[in-house]
């Protein structure tokens, strides 16, 4: 899969897990895919949570992962 065609895949993928998030009152947007790395914006009441990281690495990185599996990781950027 040549790389625009990974990040539609990644931005359709994140499109599907938003839903979830914003039911509990974060979100997520797609900032950047770069050497195999996706990175995202978790905001609202996901950027203050405790359960963050468990939601970044086996929640988001997981699904991206399982379907884009040239993927190698997915990073939170904050402002």
Do not use: H
């Not at 499109?15 to 974060?26: A, K, T, V, Y």
């Not at 009441?45 to 990781?73: F, H, R, Y």
Request: charged share 30%.
């Amino acid at each position: 899969m040549d790389k625009k065609r990974q990040e539609n895949k990644i931005i359709e993928i994140i499109d599907s897990i938003r839903p979830f998030l914003i039911g509990e009152g974060g979100d997520l947007e797609f900032v950047k895919y770069e050497n195999n790395i996706v990175y995202i914006r978790l905001t609202g009441a996901c950027a203050n949570c405790s359960m963050i990281d468990l939601t970044l690495k086996d929640g988001i990185e997981s699904t991206i992962m399982e379907e884009v599996p040239e993927v190698k990781e997915v990073v939170n950027v904050t402002d």
